[in-house]
């Protein structure tokens, strides 16, 4: 007699049957047993560590956290956390594990079910991994993720703060630890572009402020109880500058420029001596501006601060809010391509055919070595990089790029030009120079090979900013931004036709940096090529990047010699020659692409969602004379 197949529920009734017959144990018990020894894993793991929004009791307030605490020397610091924090990563990785385990049990489970099926043993073992498995899916997957998207939903990326406690005095004697200076986000509200700073102050602000000295004042800024803004209303403009200079220096001191600022006159007049032979003929006075100081903002995992000498209203207060937004994202992260200043002599010759014979000869390699010698035999840290020459009819323009080190360059690359048009007038007698400068440089003019070769630093700058982050501080949503910028910056500028305009108005920050750091303010032309993009993410952020191909910067000479521009720079950290030729002179063409990148956030926020006219008449524009 042929007996029935056996099917997966007489399977599954058996198994059921053999955990009845069990001695001293019943189904109902094991799957409790089960659930249980599953729920006081994940207590035990979860409870590891203090619970992440415990980062938010301070005060109960996601803002607090962005407060920096006040600075002090006395007692050496180091780097703690006030409550112990959940130990997340293993978590995820015990997701993986189960769901690997589980993945695997059905597939050896499949690649054999008949014999599986024919032994209760066998389907016990694999019943027992399967309810396992699926208790930890509905109870507990995912729990790793579900708090870490807390965390994204917070106005603040926690990972910039620095929570700091002083150490105890017998441990004084150990070793110190290396800690990197970052400092959280600018916690002042952008005048010009957050609504609440049309709010009154803080009742909680002293009624007694004016009666306190100015450091006890800049006490208060640098610990927010008193917001930077607000000093102008709540003391007059003389005072308030006087204390924001002792709050800014605070944080200098911090990362170890304390005093970068002594000689930013404020109130003195300037020094003449410095500037005759320099910087001006027929002295009769000098024209102040105003220098306010924007960020912090992250730059390349540093914490800078960037000086904005500017008359127009809401610009530093703009490009601080871009400083925080990146700042509470990824950072900017900055890269140079190319580094070299140009110039390009205009020589003729009496025949198209001399002047072609001069391309030809230039072109090859053994006779640019000629070149390359006689032009670094004029300066000590010139580099002659490439010589291009170009031809029109009896004209020959040679393009020759230079690196300078921490200098602009124009004065060395253009001595250097002189040589090169002696070594060729050995070869070729009939030369004759017209220009020492022929256009093709290009020098403080729009000009496509700029755009496209690159003059100077060529950078690039990128960062990430988190979805909640455009909405808490941009006031603004990430396909709105995309889609204002991919309109106005790209197809309104190709539109009009412009040569690297493609952005919003990255020349107001390069200029505004280029004054405070003693740049040549007429190189903003060139220096300002910028083409702005943004996309959104696959996680729904906003990534942003501004290329600028031909930034034009220099530590040393001309201007940057000057006390208060000097001072400028020391602020940011590169005052004269760096560690290393044309270190200081790249990382001031980081901090212009930074400051750009800034700018050009803030203000495609404030278009996105059509608050700048509204911002501008609010706060740049001063009260009516009585």
């Known amino acids: ?181 970052m400092h959280p986000p600018a916690s002042s509200a952008p005048v010009c572009t957050d609504p609440t700073s049309f709010k009154k102050p803080s009742s909680s602000i002293p009624t007694n402020i004016k009666e306190l000295s100015n450091s006890e004042i800049a006490s208060l800024v640098v610990q927010d109880k008193v917001k930077d803004h607000q000093l102008e209303k709540l003391l007059d403009p003389h005072r308030a500058v006087e204390v924001r200079r002792l709050k800014v220096d605070l944080q200098l001191d911090s990362l170890g420029r304390g005093g970068a600022l002594a000689e930013l006159p404020h109130k003195h007049d300037l020094d003449y001596k410095r500037v005759l032979g320099a910087n001006c003929e027929i ?34 207060a703009s490009t601080n809010r871009g400083c925080k937004a990146i700042t509470q994202g990824s950072g900017a992260v900055s890269s140079i391509l190319r580094d070299g200043i140009t110039r390009a002599p205009c020589v003729r010759l009496p025949s198209a055919k001399e002047a072609s014979d001069v391309f030809l000869w230039i072109e090859r390699p053994e006779n640019f070595k000629k070149l390359k010698e006689v032009f670094e035999s004029t300066t000590s840290f010139g580099k002659l990089i490439e010589a291009r020459p170009s031809v029109a009819g009896k004209n020959v323009y040679i393009r020759l790029r230079c690196f300078a080190g921490d200098a602009m360059g124009m004065n060395m690359i253009s001595k250097g030009s002189l040589a090169v048009i002696e070594c060729l007038r050995q070869v070729f007698p009939n030369i004759s120079l017209v220009a020492l400068s022929g256009n093709m440089c290009t020098d403080k003019k729009a000009a496509a090979i700029n755009w496209i070769e690159g003059r100077g630093k060529s950078v690039v700058i990128e960062a990430t900013i988190p979805k909640n982050v455009v909405r808490s501080t941009l006031k603004t949503s990430v396909p709105a931004i995309v889609e204002a910028n991919v309109n106005k910056n790209l197809i309104g500028s190709a539109m009009a036709g412009v040569v690297g305009g493609f952005n919003a108005h990255a020349s107001n920050n390069v200029t505004a940096v280029f004054l405070a750091t003693g740049q040549d303010p007429a190189q903003n032309v060139e220096s300002a090529n910028c ?61 212009v692409a930074a400051a750009t990148m800034a700018g050009e956030l803030s203000l495609m926020a404030a278009l996105a969602s059509n608050s700048l006219v509204a911002a501008h008449m609010a706060h740049n524009r001063k009260p009516a004379s009585k």
């Open 1 to 181: 007699m042929t007996s029935e197949p056996t099917t997966i529920g007489m399977r599954i009734d058996a198994v059921i049957a053999s955990l009845e017959s069990l001695p001293h144990s019943n189904p109902e018990i094991l799957y409790a047993s089960l659930i249980g020894a599953s729920l006081m894993f994940s207590f035990l793991v979860i409870n590891s560590g203090g619970s992440s929004m415990a980062l938010l009791t301070d005060g109960g307030d996601a803002d607090s956290l962005n407060k920096p605490k006040k600075i002090s020397k006395a007692k050496p610091m180091a780097l703690s956390s006030d409550e112990p924090q959940p130990k997340w990563h293993i978590l995820r990785l015990t997701n993986y594990i189960v769901t690997f385990g589980f993945l695997l049990s059905v597939l050896k489970f499949a690649s054999n079910a008949t014999t599986y099926l024919d032994d209760s043993t066998s389907l016990l073992q694999f019943l027992i991994i399967w309810s396992f498995s699926l208790c930890y899916f509905f109870g507990f997957f995912g729990i790793s993720f579900v708090e870490l998207d807390e965390l994204e939903c917070e106005p603040q990326n926690h990972q910039h703060q620095m929570i700091r406690k002083p150490m105890p005095a017998k441990e004084s004697a150990a070793p110190p630890v290396k800690v990197v200076k």
């Open 283 to 316: 002295v009769v006075g000098y024209i102040p501006i105003p220098v306010g100081m924007a960020g912090p903002i992250t730059l390349n995992g540093e914490s800078i601060y960037i000086p904005m000498a500017t008359t127009e209203g809401c610009l530093v």
């Open 531 to 591: 083409i702005t993009l943004m996309e959104e993410t696959q996680e729904g952020d906003l990534w942003i990047s501004c290329t600028m191909p031909s930034i034009e910067v220099g530590t040393v000479g001309g201007g940057t010699g000057l006390p208060a521009q000097a001072a400028c720079l020391k602020a940011i950290g590169v005052k004269g020659g760096g560690e290393n030729p044309g270190d200081n002179a790249k990382q001031l063409a980081h901090v």
